[in-house]
Every structure is written in structure tokens, then in C-alpha cells.
T-cell receptor, first 111, second 112 residues
Framework: SQQGEEDPQALSIQEGENATMNCSYK?????LQWYRQNSGRGLVHLIL?????REKHSGRLRVTLDTSKKSSSLLITASRAADTASYFC???????????FGTGTRLKVLA | EAGVTQFPSHSVIEKGQTVTLRCDPI?????LYWYRRVMGKEIKFLLH????????ESGMPNNRFLAERTGGTYSTLKVQPAELEDSGVYFC??????????FGSGTRLTVV
């Protein structure tokens, strides 16, 4: 089964609103990362949160990690049309090296 | 330092043809990984090189895919013959340690 699962699968909001995406995973991890993929293009690394961290901020991004619930959330504040993309969480299960990506959330920000 | 470079950035080929994707990792990175995202689905692991050796190729979908890493430097991923379901974005990443990837910008493959 999928290690990382995001929800919602798709999200459509108005420019200026906040967008929240959630990610759940199944095993213990070293860290969790969030990536963005613009339509058919490369992966852009957004933020990394380590397993001993609970919250991290970077610009308009806020990531939380709850290892007891094996879940993470990504909040994008004051969204812009340019934020339209697919967002993925990626985990590295403890003792491994493979990134396990979630199914992704397709975010559409309407101008 | 230069990042992970992939080319071509986009390739359109006909079903049955052969395509070779190339990845140049960050200099000095022993670990090189291939991932792909097909048909808008999740991003999946294909294989992992440590230097020139295939450490893990459990994600390779079938024998139409062949990956090589010449002298532990750049890597190629050949698809022969290409099928429609191979369309997607192929990502390469490299790392010095077992985590902390740097991804390339991907190659978008379209098979028509």
C-alpha cells in the first residue's frame, strides 16, 4: 500500500485564501519533505522537517509533523495563482534511503 | 556547485521507438536515483546506483527499461521499445549520503 497519501487529492481555492494539504505515512521516518511539481515539469523542493521537529516555517509555507499520528500538513498562506501545482510529501523510512512519495494534491488557485 | 542536470527536458517519440534519457549528478555524489511519475499518478522509485553499481532496481517496471551509469558518473535510462504507458516525467536525483536528495528538473517523455 502507499506509504504516503495526501488529501485532498484536489483542491481549488481563490487567490489570497489559505491552502492546507495533509499527508499520512505508515512507518517511522528520518524526515519528511514537501515538493511541488508544476504541470509536467521538475520537482521543486519546498521544505524538510526532521522527525524530531514539530513545526517549520519558510516564507508563506508552514509545515507540521505529528509522528505519533504519522501525519504532516502543509499550509500555504495567502495563495497566489503561481502556487497552482501538484504538491507531494516524501518520506524516508528509518533505515532506508528510498524516498516514498505520496499520491499528491493538485492545487488550483483561481485569480 | 552545479545541480543535477537532466536532458532532454522534453522528448516526444512514437510508440516502438527508443529513447535514452540522461542524468548528470552533482559531482562527487555516489548515489544516483531514478524516479518517474506517469499518467499523473504518484512518483515512484525506479532504481538506485551507488557509483557504477545497481544497488536496487526493484522499481524498474519491465525489461524494456535499461539503466546504466558509466564509470560512476552520469547515468542513462533507455526505454526500448517505448509504449504509450511510458509517458510521464522521469526524475533523477543524487546524494552524497543516503538521504538529502537533490532532484533534477526532470525529462518529460511523451509517447504517441
Amino acid at each position: 500500500s502507499q506509504q504516503g497519501e495526501e488529501d485532498p487529492q484536489a483542491l481549488s481555492i481563490q487567490e489570497g485564501e489559505n491552502a492546507t494539504m495533509n499527508c499520512s505515512y505508515k512507518t517511522s521516518i528520518n524526515n519528511l519533505q514537501w515538493y511541488r511539481q508544476n504541470s509536467g515539469r521538475g520537482l521543486v523542493h519546498l521544505i524538510l522537517i526532521r522527525s524530531n521537529e514539530r513545526e517549520k516555517h519558510s516564507g508563506r509555507l508552514r509545515v507540521t509533523l505529528d509522528t505519533s499520528k504519522k501525519s504532516s500538513s502543509l499550509l500555504i498562506t495567502a495563495s497566489r495563482a503561481a502556487d497552482t501545482a501538484s504538491y507531494f510529501c516524501a518520506t524516508v523510512p528509518t533505515g532506508t534511503y528510498k524516498y516514498i512519495f505520496g499520491t499528491g494534491t493538485r492545487l488550483k488557485v483561481l485569480a | 556547485e552545479a545541480g543535477v542536470t537532466q536532458f532532454p527536458s522534453h522528448s516526444v517519440i512514437e510508440k516502438g521507438q527508443t529513447v535514452t534519457l540522461r542524468c548528470d549528478p552533482i559531482s562527487g555524489h555516489d548515489n544516483l536515483y531514478w524516479y518517474r511519475r506517469v499518467m499523473g499518478k504518484e512518483i515512484k522509485f525506479l532504481l538506485h546506483f551507488v557509483k557504477e553499481s545497481k544497488q536496487d532496481e526493484s522499481g524498474m517496471p519491465n525489461n524494456r527499461f535499461l539503466a546504466e551509469r558509466t564509470g560512476g558518473t552520469y547515468s542513462t535510462l533507455k526505454v526500448q521499445p517505448a509504449e504509450l504507458e511510458d509517458s510521464g516525467v522521469y526524475f533523477c536525483a543524487s546524494s552524497q549520503v543516503d538521504y538529502g536528495y537533490t532532484f533534477g528538473s526532470g525529462t518529460r517523455l511523451t509517447v504517441v
